[in-house]
């Protein structure tokens, strides 16, 4: 079945330190990833869309300069957190539509850990 | 405004019984609705989808029932095992169907 890949799963850095976190599609293609965080004993909620080759869509709230995403293949997609804050800890998760998924079947990372001290 | 809710945030079963759990939103109109498995520290699983001109999806020991007149999906587990805690999330498509929103979460705990 598809899979998705995240990397690292889980991740400590300093305060004012940026964090990239990669996502990839192991065995298909990915033209649009998502990327939601989740807070401990929250939902989901989604952070933005991932475009192949074109900028990302944010949603309303989440600012485009300090989640920068870039996704420059078919496979791969990348979340770069930067100037991380205390603030920023959370539970990050990529998911992809394979194309075999009939009706928009979302397969999801195993998510990355985010801890800034 | 548009919310998609659970239940409740956790429900407490005894092994064997079936878990009944509730999906109600507002101010959406779904083609379809989906349910996602999610244990702790991972990312979420899907279970299964159902349309709306579906009134009942199965799985195996899984039931999904989707009425889109009170706005609300159910979700069973029937013969509910240990191995079935774990947060049951329900999931729509919203603006203008290209972006997948989560319910609020429910917490199944299956105990023995």
């Known amino acids: 079945g598809a899979v998705v890949s995240q990397h690292p799963s889980w991740v400590i850095c300093k305060s004012g330190t940026s964090v990239k976190i990669e996502c990839r599609s192991l065995d298909f293609q990915a033209t649009t990833m998502f990327w939601y965080r989740q807070f401990p004993k929250q939902s989901l909620m989604l952070m933005a869309t991932s475009n192949e080759g074109s900028k990302a869509t944010y949603e309303q709230g989440v600012e485009k300069d300090k989640f920068l995403i870039n996704h420059a293949s078919l496979t791969l997609s990348t979340l770069t957190v930067t100037s991380a804050h205390p603030e920023d800890s959370s539970f990050y998760i990529c998911s992809a539509i394979p194309a075999t998924s009939g009706a928009n079947v979302l397969t999801f990372g195993a998510g990355s850990r985010l801890t800034v001290l | 405004s548009q919310k998609i809710e659970q239940n409740s945030e956790a429900l407490n079963i005894q092994e064997g019984k079936t878990a009944t759990l509730t999906c109600n939103y507002t101010n959406y109109s779904p083609a379809y609705l989906q349910w996602y498995r999610q244990d702790p520290g991972r990312g979420p699983v899907f279970l299964l989808l159902?349309?709306?001109?579906?009134k009942e999806k199965r799985k195996e020991r899984l039931k999904v029932t989707f009425d889109t007149t009170l706005k609300q999906s159910l979700f069973h587990i029937t013969a509910s095992q240990p191995a079935d805690s774990a947060t049951y999330l329900c999931?729509?498509?919203?603006?203008?169907?290209?972006?997948?929103?989560f319910g609020t979460g429910t917490q199944l705990k299956v105990e023995l």
């Open positions: 159902i349309r709306e001109n579906e």
């Open positions: 999931a729509l498509f919203t603006g203008g169907g290209n972006k997948l929103t």
